[in-house]
Nanobody, 115 residues
Framework: QVQLVESGGGLVQPGGSLRLSCRVS????????MGWYRQAPGKQRELVAT???????NYVDSVKGRFTISRDNAKNTVYLQMNSLKPEDTAVYLC?????????WGQGTQVTVSS
């Protein structure tokens, strides 16, 4: 049973930073493509960033230059470093692990950007 557990969310002021973590257990972390998504109230789930097993990364335009996705295969963990946060970044952030057509999801962590 593959399980994903996110952590690191919270309340931060505009311009602040947070680092989200997603630890994977029960699978072979190093071969998964890992992704961070977010879902704001009343909006569709949005892809934020992905990192392949090779280390190649991809970002949605709205976070380029502000967010950085990384992975530590020794710790079975993927990170999302979020800098220069804006109120519009407020959402539940979820991570997923993808291998071929199989997708696993975490439960999400709330990020609120507000003064």
């Amino acid at each position: 049973q593959v399980q994903l557990v996110e952590s690191g969310g919270g309340l931060v002021q505009p311009g602040g930073s947070l680092r989200l973590s997603c630890r994977v257990s029960g699978g072979i972390f190093s071969i998964y493509t890992m992704g961070w998504y977010r879902q704001a109230p009343g909006k569709q789930r949005e892809l934020v960033a992905t990192i392949q097993a090779s280390g190649n990364t991809n970002y949605v335009d709205s976070v380029k230059g502000r967010f950085t996705i990384s992975r530590d295969n020794a710790k079975n963990t993927v990170y999302l470093q979020m800098n220069s946060l804006k109120p519009e970044d407020t959402a539940v952030y979820l991570c997923n692990a993808v291998l071929d057509k199989v997708i696993y999801w975490g439960q999400g962590t709330q990020v609120t950007v507000s003064s």
